[in-house]
């Protein structure tokens, strides 16, 4: 490790706080909208070591990292991007933290507006993508149970 006075212990990068203790190829990802497979891109584009400290990182380091995650859509293959040909813009982008979590609330609220199928599942809770919902994706008591515990008891 660096001597104590240059170690941070949080980083801040996209708006998240970073562990300064992490591995920086393992504390990218806790950035959200950063998997590891960019998060891996990301680290060999701009030449640095994944096995390092992110707390270690100095400010020049912490801006470049910031810049290429900005700039991430335009970096790395079409497929590893988050947001292939977007509803409004049709472009290939990468959002991250906040811009991620706004843009996906607003594709469901469209969804939910327009009354298709998968906005009518979204406002009434139930899941999305065709799982099963028999026996699986409770939430609260289940009524069938208690009622044969009350009628056994009779």
Not at 12 to 34: F, H, M, N, V, W
Not at 85 to 110: A, F, P, W
Request: aromatic residues 4%; positive net charge.
């Amino acid at each position: 490790m660096a001597e104590d006075s240059e170690f941070k212990y949080i980083v801040r990068i996209a708006e998240t706080d970073i562990p300064g203790e992490q591995k920086l190829a393992y504390a990218l990802p806790s950035i959200k909208g950063i998997g590891q497979r960019i998060s891996n891109a990301l680290i060999t584009q701009l030449k640095l070591d994944p096995a390092r400290p992110a707390g270690e990182l100095d400010d020049e380091n912490v801006v470049r990292l910031e810049e290429a995650i900005r700039a991430a859509a335009g970096s790395v293959p079409t497929w590893l991007t988050n947001r292939q040909r977007d509803y409004d813009s049709g472009e290939d982008m990468h959002q991250v933290s906040i811009e991620l979590k706004m843009t996906q609330e607003e594709d469901i609220n469209r969804l939910k507006k327009i009354k298709c199928y998968r906005g009518v599942r979204h406002a009434s809770g139930h899941k999305v993508r065709g799982q099963r919902t028999y026996s699986n994706g409770r939430h609260g008591l289940a009524l069938g149970v208690s009622r044969k515990k009350v009628l056994a008891k009779k």
